[in-house]
């Protein structure tokens, strides 16, 4: 999606937040340049998402944004020459059957997904997805769908192994994992050390040792005693060395 102005001038990074917060921030002397941009950008993509699901009317503008009574934030993804898709979040209090009991939840929910056409399919939709998750330190089994699409729901499959839910009175999906605490991928445990073969040598009692020792010492052959006035073999020694003899003593006459 092209516009004839500069993408950088409105969107200064490659996935952009708008929010209440982030228009009131806006200064006064740039609001008459900046804003109608802006409008007619995340207009565009929400014109864009309502052709692309086939809704009656776009559940995505500027001005629904301003009016919304709970906090909402639009993530918006663009290139340098491109818009090219957009996610809103915002939290909505929510009844959900799961259990056959009746629960009120307060969520943050997905309200609306669209990348364009042209993007699809090269991990844009991802990139922004995932974006949104860190940026709201949410995981996506913790999240509420409005309406979500057939394309939504596999990429939901796909990507975060979310599949089964209660269908719902409001068309809300809420994944049974919201419940559960857990997604379906959990993460893999960590490798056993690898020192546990030794550790369990040294674990050993000590009187199997040292009785080994006593066996080992009563089977060893003894050395013989050298013959008197003969020295005995230096230890360590090998069988090559010979004994020295002593000095004859001088015979008295």
Known sequence: MEFDFPIRSVLKTPIFVVSRKVLDDIPTYMLSEKLPKLTEIVDRLGVASQQAQKLPVPITSLAKLQAAREEQSIYVLSSEDSVDGLLKVGRRKLFITENKQMHELTPLCVLDFYISELKQRSGCGLRLFSHMLAAEAVGAHQLGYDRPSDKFRAFLHKHYDLVNYTPQVNNFVVFREYFTGVPNKPPKPPPAP???????????????????????????PKSAKAPRGMPAMAAGGGDDQQPQPQPRRALRR
């Open 194 to 220: 690898a020192a546990a073969s030794s550790s369990s040598t040294a674990a050993r009692p000590a009187s199997n040792s040292s009785s080994s020792r006593k066996a080992s010492a009563k089977h060893r």
